[in-house]
């Protein structure tokens, strides 16, 4: 279908660790959009890749667009407790405007 | 230059009422879209609206649930009889243009039924 898979559904970190979230999808994607929503907040956009082997970075944040454009990642280099949230990817759907959203990976970030 | 507003931000009904989620759009989008969201679960789509056109409620219970954005207003989504298991986060966004690029969120209205 037009669902897109993400895992882990959790991770647990320690701060200064690295953490990365996969987003797979059985068909090619037009485009590949993040959001991070922290606890009791709303989904806020970070980014959408476009193009096949795309790699973006904010910051510590590193997003990537695979060759095939099947999957993607979002990793985060020395995790720091501000990060704690929710991370998902975005699919958009047949219908324009229509996102799928993948379940989320749950980030705790440990002092 | 106001985001998203949604209100409330909390709801409590009792089973049987009508919850009215109303949503108003950044300034200058006319696309709007509601999702729902379960405790640790992702967002899923309910419905998405331009002024006066529902464009796609394919995700939206065909009973009990309705959604409208009216050329003057805020976009509403009305719950009618509600039940235990419409407890949820309803988040309304809203972009310019209607290719999905970058949504804008609210905050959200957490709906409890008791």
């Known amino acids: 279908g037009q669902q897109v898979m993400q895992i882990p559904q959790y991770q647990h970190v320690q701060e200064g660790e690295d953490f990365t979230t996969y987003c797979n999808s059985s068909t090619t994607l037009s485009n590949i959009q993040w959001y991070k929503q922290r606890p009791g907040g709303h989904p806020v956009f970070l980014i959408q890749l476009v193009k096949s082997g795309e790699v973006k970075k904010q910051k510590r944040l590193t997003f990537q667009f695979g060759e095939a454009k099947k999957n993607s990642s979002l990793h985060i280099t020395a995790t720091q407790t501000t990060d704690v949230g929710t991370y998902f990817c975005?699919?958009?759907?047949?219908?324009?405007?229509?996102?799928?959203f993948g379940r989320g990976t749950q980030l705790t970030v440990w002092p | 230059n106001a985001g998203v507003m949604q209100n409330p931000r909390h709801l409590v009904r009792r089973r049987g009422q009508e919850a009215r989620l109303r949503c108003s759009p950044m300034k200058g989008h006319s696309h709007v879209y509601w999702y729902r969201q379960l405790p640790e679960e992702g967002l899923k789509f309910m419905v998405y609206l331009q002024k006066e056109n529902i464009i796609d409620e394919s995700g939206m219970p065909k009973e009990r649930f309705s959604a409208e954005f009216p050329k003057e207003g805020p976009s509403i989504l009305r719950i009618q009889q509600v039940v235990r298991g419409d407890s949820a986060a309803y988040f309304c966004?809203?972009?310019?243009?209607?290719?999905?690029?970058?949504?804008?969120f609210g905050s959200g209205t957490r709906l409890t039924v008791v």
């Open positions: 975005a699919r958009r759907g047949s219908t324009l405007g229509r996102l799928y």
């Open positions: 966004a809203s972009s310019s243009a209607g290719d999905g690029y970058g949504y804008t």
